[in-house]
């Protein structure tokens, strides 16, 4: 088996075990030779997944300290991989609640200066990915993806650099937040004049209305994710959604 292959393997691995808190913050993980019998690698792969997980924010390496997990606050959150593995076992209501007050702030900015500066293309994807919205609440279809599409080219038609650049970071975090909130039953169909609100103040060019229907939409968005999260002892299993992710994402790259 090719390197390559066999270092995304481990990677995956390794990665996912952290997420599951079998290495805890603070603990150091197996020196390299064990890690190397372990997975049944050599090296240079254990060194580059090592690599990896330090660029993720997931481990630190020093001198005399070795190779030991970082607490999850250091972890790098616009990472689709890490938000993947911590899917697996179950998304913290910490991270959820950061991701709705990080939407609270991003998106109605962006809804406002989409109403501003939005071109005729950015206007035609948003009424796609609106269509496709609907037609997944008429079709029993793929509610989520067309829930992404819209909010990120949101964030693409504010032509502010800056949030454009986060549409990609933060779509593993929304895409995470959209399959859990659709699990509401009748939610999509609920949130559909929402998501339209929005899509009208950008076309009539109101900034004011935009921010405040994207205010109203990520508001209700919010409760019906409490809700969920405060139906159950912890936060819902993403296992399979985590698998979809990894999956979106190997297509991107």
Known sequence: MAM??????VLESLGAAIASGQHPPGSALPVEGELCTQFGVSRTVIREVIKSLVAKGMLTTGPKVGTRVCDASEWNWFDPQVV????QSGLSKDVLRDLQELRRLIEPAAASLAAQRATPSDLNELLQAYEGMRDAVANDGDYVSHDLRFHQGLLKASHNQMIRQMSRAMGALLLTSFELSSRKPGG???SLPLHFAVLQ???NHDPQAALEASLQQIDVAKNDLDLILLSRRKPPDLSSFSNRLMAAESRRA
């Open 4 to 9: 390559r292959n066999l270092q995304a393997q």
């Open 84 to 87: 993947a593995w911590q899917a």
């Open 188 to 190: 999509p169909a609920q």
């Open 201 to 203: 103040a950008i076309q």
